[in-house]
């Protein structure tokens, strides 16, 4: 769809839609640019006061992943009049000022309005300098690519809609969702990192087919390194699945290539659409034990080698 419309040129302009970047970057002066960027979805665990700290982390990250700090967010509100209670909105809202505050940034403001579901997220702002902007299309052959947050969310919380979810894989989920991707943001830049994504909604195949065809290169990820969500591997086998996940199989099919030896479940969970999911780094070889080291070391235990870039191939990802 975005392709039949007319692109917008402005020589201030850093980063815009002609990639499938995480945000937008518009450079303000030589030493200083804004990170732009929105998200917003319905509920995906029943506690509003989590929710709204999910939402607000997840929209926080895709300034995080450009390497920029956030300063300032306006909620997005859809709300059921007459149908829930105010306070539940209220609680939502208070979940995600706390994770605003908790990065450095202030809520200024916000808008609602009247909806059949409920839904939340923010419109989140942030500042970085011109040249330290860090893209998801910089990939290089030979990099190594880490991942900071384990996989599964989407599985675990349709699992969890049906009442079918472990309280230790809520938890899991849960505590990951919440967890801001500022720390690891903060180590990614004090090495040299090529490129960066958030992974969301795409899923792990699909932010990496973004990062590679940006790129021109393939990427290859290593099923047996992927870091997973407690239970997340035996809910995808038993086919608590998204319906995101099979648009993005629908999506990827002619442009990824899956090693017929991987277990389905795992082909599953490199689908899964995730929320507020980790960082994927793409860093050169010689520097990938580095930021895995420095990132554990900073708590993010999961940081985790998950796959390498070569050369353009056939396809733009391979799951092996």
């Known amino acids: ?34 990170v732009n960027t929105v998200d917003f979805f319905t ?6 006061y989590t929710f709204g700290q999910i939402a607000a982390a997840n929209a926080l990250s895709d300034v995080y992943a450009m390497g920029g700090e956030p300063t300032t967010a306006l909620n997005i509100v859809g709300f059921p009049k007459g149908r829930l209670d105010l306070a539940i909105l209220t609680d939502i809202i208070r979940g995600g000022s706390e994770r605003v505050r908790a ?15 409920l839904k939340y997220g923010m419109a989140v702002t942030g500042v970085i300098h011109p040249d330290r902007v860090i ?11 880490v991942l900071t947050k ?27 969702m919440v967890r801001l991707n500022d720390t690891a943001s903060a180590v990614m830049r004090a090495l040299p990192v090529h490129a960066c994504s958030d992974v969301t909604g795409f899923g792990l ?57 991987i277990p389905a ?24 034990d580095a930021l895995v080291a420095e990132l554990r070391a900073r708590g993010i235990d999961a940081a985790a080698r998950v796959g390498y870039a070569t050369t353009a191939q056939d396809v733009s990802v391979r799951l092996v």
């Not at 509920?43 to 509003?48: A, C, E, K, R, Y």
């Not at 990065?103 to 579901?117: N, Q």
């Not at 507020?276 to 010689?286: M, P, T």
């Open 205 to 261: 195949l699909g932010h990496g087919f973004e990062m590679a065809s940006g790129s021109g290169v393939t990427i290859v990820l290593e099923s047996r390194a992927l870091p997973l969500l407690p239970g997340a591997r035996r809910l995808a086998r038993q086919g608590f699945l998204t319906g995101g996940c099979r648009r993005n199989r629908d999506y990827l099919q002619n442009k990824t290539s899956v090693d017929a030896a």
């Open 43 to 48: 509920p995906i665990v029943d506690d509003p």
């Open 150 to 176: 384990p996989l599964g969310t989407g599985i675990v919380t349709t699992a969890l809609k049906r009442r079918k979810a472990s309280a230790a894989s809520v938890r899991a989920a849960v505590q990951s």
């Open 103 to 117: 990065a450095g940034a202030v809520v200024i403001g916000g808008h609602s309005i009247i909806d059949e579901e």
């Open 265 to 288: 479940e795992l082909v599953e969970v490199a689908l899964d659409p995730q929320t507020s999911g980790g960082l994927l780094i793409a860093v050169a070889a010689d520097h990938a």
């Open 1 to 34: 769809m975005l392709h039949s419309l007319p692109p917008f040129h402005h020589p201030n302009l850093i980063v815009g839609t002609e990639t499938s970047d995480d945000a937008g970057v518009f450079r303000l002066r030589d030493d200083l640019a804004i």
């Open 135 to 145: 893209r998801n299309s910089g990939v290089q052959p030979d990099d190594v690519l």
